[in-house]
């Protein structure tokens, strides 16, 4: 968390690179589960920065419908 991030924006300074890229895509796959994040507050700040970015909405939209799906299905699951 602040190993790597610290005061920067992304993970190489003031701009993203490529290891941002890739990084947020594993690190916002934990969305899909409710992966907790708020323990890193780096982490967050960063994911939120990424999310902010113009592209991130088209290239992420199929991936956030599903894991609103997901969520949908597990709230009306019922136990058996």
């Not at 594993?26 to 780096?42: A, R």
């Not at 999310?51 to 599903?66: D, E, N, Q, Y």
């Amino acid at each position: 968390d602040r190993h790597w991030l610290g005061a920067e924006v992304y993970l190489g300074g003031a701009a993203p690179s490529l290891a941002d890229y890739l990084g947020a895509v594993y690190v916002t796959n934990g969305e899909l589960i409710e992966f907790d994040l708020t323990p890193w507050p780096h982490v967050v700040r960063w994911t939120e920065a990424m999310k902010a970015l113009p592209s991130w909405a088209c290239v992420h939209t199929a991936f956030a419908g599903w894991c609103d799906m997901q969520r949908a299905a597990r709230r009306y699951r019922i136990a058996a």
